[in-house]
Nanobody
Framework: VQLQASGGGLVQGGESLRLSCSGS????????MGWFRQAPGKEREWVSY????????DYADSVMGRFTISEDVAENTVYLQMNSLKPEDTAVYYC???????????????WGQGTLVTVSS
């Protein structure tokens, strides 16, 4: 059972990136999926989630209107489209799967390894 996060990189402010989270041994459609991020010296913070049952999507205030969580069921992949990136979005981004969704990282059972996003000013 493994989650693989990818798609991070170095971009300038205002640009976009799309992160991917693919599952191995997990059918992501059946799980609540979350994205979190952790900036240097800071605690891990919730970014977005997609509910497993009703597909509810929610976003942290800091990314609302700029980030979008989506899914390709056939590819067993969840995405985080990040537009209008800001330097304060710089962090390691993690995807996570759980049997319920929450803004709290402890509710998730499986974690990807993280992908680094760096936004320059």
């Amino acid at each position: 059972v493994q989650l693989q996060a990818s798609g991070g990189g170095l971009v300038q402010g205002g640009e976009s990136l799309r992160l991917s989270c693919s599952g191995s041994g997990l059918t992501l459609e059946g799980f609540g999926m979350g994205w979190f991020r952790q900036a240097p010296g800071k605690e891990r913070e919730w970014v977005s989630y997609r509910g497993s049952r009703d597909g509810t999507r929610d976003y942290a205030d800091s990314v609302m209107g700029r980030f979008t969580i989506s899914e390709d069921v056939a590819e067993n992949t969840v995405y985080l489209q990040m537009n209008s990136l800001k330097p304060e979005d710089t962090a390691v981004y993690y995807c996570a799967a759980g049997y319920s969704v929450s803004m709290g990282p402890r509710e998730y059972d499986y974690w990807g390894q993280g992908t680094l996003v760096t936004v320059s000013s």
